[in-house]
């Protein structure tokens, strides 16, 4: 190009600027990209960093004052936007004894896993779920939710939520509950026997989009890994993983977060493979290895670590691990965006 070329682009552009109006030939290629050009990065943290700080947090702030008294994963791709990827947001949180985290509820939809201690809950729309280290528990969209913890010892979990979807699309709301907890207006269990035992109302309704079982305790998850273990296929990627599933239809447990429980049998070399979801690991047992492009994580017991959009990644154990993890392929897939490749794999990796 010459430079009387460049210099009547460059006005031309200029007289395009004060109507809002851009060319797109300078965009195009940073816009449609050949394959996922994320800013997000492989990132792992170690919980014994976290945890010291988180608990130096209780110090210094009441749960009642943050209102939640979380410490953001920021992805290292992605600091100061609050986004353990792209799509999503993630963050440890801790409850200390006696405290409340006053109801609220929003448009966001959150998960909480549960890493450390026991004896804390979450109230959901009226019903407690007891907290106990593996736990899952969701807090679906417009669902009122207090957190409070009534044992003698700190109780830390890993929330995620869709907060940067929820954001592109300029669809947030939330309000704070008229007081600090909700009242109490279903027993414990309730939900799950109604929705989680293999029956369902012979009405049931096809309810909302997420599932109306919203604790999945780890004790019963655990005990199906353990049998799946003598009996399911192990994946060459991914061992034996399963989703949370709502109950009534089979689906994800959420509309917007996929969530996964996997087991990596003892000896496990999990072969290469990339997807298009982002996917935020939280390690509930065991230790192992986990490579994205040229990273190689290490991690045990408690830790999180993330993995970016289409970048290849394998796992290996020595000893038996299960992971939890969650990403934003329930949305691509209801989209028709999500897409898997496993070794060989047919072009460049990231
Ligand atoms: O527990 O309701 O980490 O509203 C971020 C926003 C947790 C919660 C977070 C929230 C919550």
């Known amino acids: ?7 009547r682009r460059n006005d031309y552009y200029r007289r395009l600027d004060p109507l809002s109006m851009a060319p797109l030939w300078e965009v195009l290629g940073d816009l449609v990209t050949p394959s996922p050009a994320s800013r997000c990065r492989p990132a792992c943290w170690r919980y014994e960093d976290v945890r010291t700080l988180l608990l130096e947090s209780g110090d210094l ?16 791709g992605l600091r100061g936007e609050s986004r353990v990827t792209t799509s999503l947001y993630a963050g440890l949180q801790l409850i200390l004894p006696g405290e409340v985290a006053p109801a609220h509820r929003h448009t966001q939809t959150a998960l909480r896993f549960v890493v450390e201690g ?13 907290m ?19 044992s003698d ?44 035992c293999g029956l369902l109302p012979v009405e049931a309704s096809s309810g909302g989009p997420a599932s109306p079982v919203f604790s999945f305790p780890y004790a019963r998850t655990r005990e199906a890994l353990d049998r799946l273990r003598a009996s399911a296929a192990v994946d060459a990627c991914h061992g034996i993983r399963m989703k949370y599933a ?54 045990g017991p408690r830790d999180t670590f993330v993995i970016p959009s289409w970048w290849p990644r394998r796992h290996e154990v020595e000893e038996e691990a299960v992971l939890f993890s969650f990403s934003d392929r329930v949305v691509q897939e209801a989209l028709g965006l999500w897409r898997e490749e496993r070794e060989p794999f047919a072009g460049a990796t990231a």
């Open 132 to 150: 106990h280290e593996g736990d899952f528990i969701i807090t679906p969209s417009g669902t009122w939710h207090d957190h409070g913890n009534e």
């Open 246 to 299: 709502n109950p009534l239809d089979g689906g994800y447990a959420l509309p917007t977060i996929a969530t996964f429980i996997q087991l990596l049998p003892r000896g496990f070399r999990g072969a290469a493979h990339r997807s298009t979801d982002a996917t935020v690991f939280c390690v509930a047992e065991g230790e192992g290895r986990t490579e994205a492009g040229e990273e190689t994580f290490t991690w």
């Open 1 to 7: 190009m010459t430079g009387a070329t460049a210099a």
């Open 118 to 130: 026991e004896g804390a809950y979450t109230a959901v729309d009226g019903e407690k779920a007891v």
């Open 153 to 196: 010892g700190p109780v830390v979990w890993l929330d995620g939520l869709d907060i940067p979807i929820v954001t592109l699309l300029d669809a947030s709301f939330a309000e704070r509950y008229p007081e600090e907890a909700q009242a109490t207006t279903r027993p414990r269990g309730a939900a799950a026997a109604r929705y989680g």
């Open 61 to 76: 702030i009441s749960a009642r004052e943050a209102e939640r008294r979380v410490l953001v994963l920021e992805n290292p």
